[in-house]
């Protein structure tokens, strides 16, 4: 154990875990938990596993606190979603490694991480590492769908378990060069997934005579068509407003905002587009089940990301404008995440002292993710301060956000341990922390 690197130790337990099949549903996220528990109890680290049905346990693994010192949480998912093999040019389960990069599913997404992390945790509990406050690395199931069995459990069920003051996750890392500069995006915020269903309704009729019936699948094309077009009013939060002030060197108008970010680079305004305000992107619709009758009813599924600080009344209003207060009813389906960090935080100190060392010509810069991760859980439960981040230099991140959920997943070997040595970094800042 002592002479291998951390980069083979890192890629050895990816192997593993890709190996274990924890497709979500159904997870099977026990068979990685005890994986991690044989793996972190040889180097010393003392783990519990929790579990609400004994084949989906969590695992957190914990190197106690010396004192009273703030608690820094590890935290990860150990599911993953579906691999079709016919689409892949290795086996999705082998953990194959090929031009020194681990491939399988979960690789990026995130079984990397869960290794670089307990990689980080049992390194450093084998040096004796003593912080003030407990360091602890949580591997959680059910991060893909979401049904009780995770760290939404786990925060109600056992808050004592995974109660920190800080939290690492998933959903940042990325180096961005725009414009003359390099950037590495940390994520603090998410927006809120509030999908949404419109019905509505007409008469039914036998379809070879449309005069005499009212057909909702016609009521209901001009709506999907407004739908489509909805622009929110612009307005840029906090990690927008400071992601323009390290790329563009000022904030802009929220009217301004688009074009600006685009005189630096096209991409820099990719990102900032869909974070200035509520996205709709209407997605299923059905109505008759039959041919030839003449659906009495339409329904409308409507993916819908709300700015955080922003709330589901205020988005019913601007759809009662849009669609010029039709006949439908609205039904919200679910609502999730939209929560911040504050930017200016111990830990964003943490994560900016390690890309100085780095990259010294560099930024780091927060961002507003549209998409959601556990970290709401943390900041809903105990106001935690977490932030998405997992430096990733050597893979360009348009190549890594194309590869996630998708086919021939993989991560390079020096992001792997880029990704070590970023945690241990925190791990020590965060310790000599005050
Ligand atoms: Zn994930």
């Not at 519990?48 to 957190?60: G, S």
């Not at 190549?399 to 086919?407: D, V």
Request: with cysteine.
């Amino acid at each position: 154990m002592a002479t291998i690197s951390l980069r083979d130790e890192a890629a050895g337990l990816l192997q593993d875990l890709i190996r274990l099949d924890t497709v979500n549903p159904p997870g099977n996220e026990s068979l990685v938990a005890e994986h991690l528990r044989r793996y972190l109890e040889a180097s010393g680290v003392a783990c519990e596993l929790y579990a609400r049905v004994p084949e989906r346990a969590n695992l957190v693994a914990r190197i106690p606190g010396s004192g009273d010192g703030p608690k820094l949480l590890l935290l990860s998912h150990t599911d993953t979603v579906l691999a079709d093999p016919g689409d892949w040019q290795v086996d999705p389960w082998s953990g194959e490694l090929r031009d020194d990069q681990v491939w399988g599913r979960g690789a990026l997404d995130m079984k990397g991480q869960v290794a670089a992390s307990a990689v980080a945790i049992a390194s450093l509990a084998r040096e004796g590492f003593e912080p003030p406050g407990d360091l602890i690395f949580a591997a959680c199931a059910d991060e893909e769908v979401g049904a009780g069995f995770g760290l939404q459990w786990l925060v109600e069920a056992h808050p004592d378990a995974v109660f920190a003051e800080y939290c690492i996750n998933e959903g940042g890392g990325d180096r961005l060069v725009l414009g003359s500069r390099a950037f590495w995006v940390c994520s603090t915020a998410e927006k809120m997934s509030a999908p949404f269903r419109l019905t509505v309704h007409g008469r039914s009729g036998h379809a070879s005579r449309p005069k005499i019936a009212d057909n909702a699948l016609v009521r209901a094309a001009p709506l999907v068509e407004r739908l489509g077009e909805f622009e929110d009013e612009p307005e840029a939060g906090p990690e927008v407003e400071a992601f323009l002030r390290a790329v563009c060197g000022r904030v802009p108008p929220p009217a301004e905002v688009i074009t600006a970010a685009r005189a630096v680079h096209p991409m820099a305004g990719d990102i900032i587009d869909p974070l200035l305000g509520t996205t709709l992107s209407p997605t299923m619709i059905s109505a008759s089940e039959k041919r030839n009758v003449i659906p009495n009813r339409c329904e409308i599924t409507v993916d819908c990301r709300i700015l955080p600080g922003h709330t589901q009344p205020e988005v019913e209003a601007k759809l009662a404008e849009l669609l010029g207060g039709g006949e439908y009813d609205l039904e919200w389906i679910e609502a999730q995440g939209g929560t911040r960090s504050p930017v200016d935080s111990p830990l964003w100190d943490v994560v900016k002292s390690f890309v100085d060392e780095l990259e010294p010509e560099a930024a780091t810069v927060p961002l507003l993710l549209s998409g959601f991760t556990d970290s709401h859980w943390m900041r809903e439960a105990f106001g935690t301060v977490a932030y998405g981040f997992l430096p990733m230099r050597m893979m360009e991140s348009e190549l890594a956000a194309r590869l996630i959920h998708s086919a021939d997943e993989r991560i390079e070997l020096e992001d792997l341990e880029l990704g070590v040595r970023f945690l241990r970094h925190a791990a020590a800042a965060m310790s000599s922390l005050r």
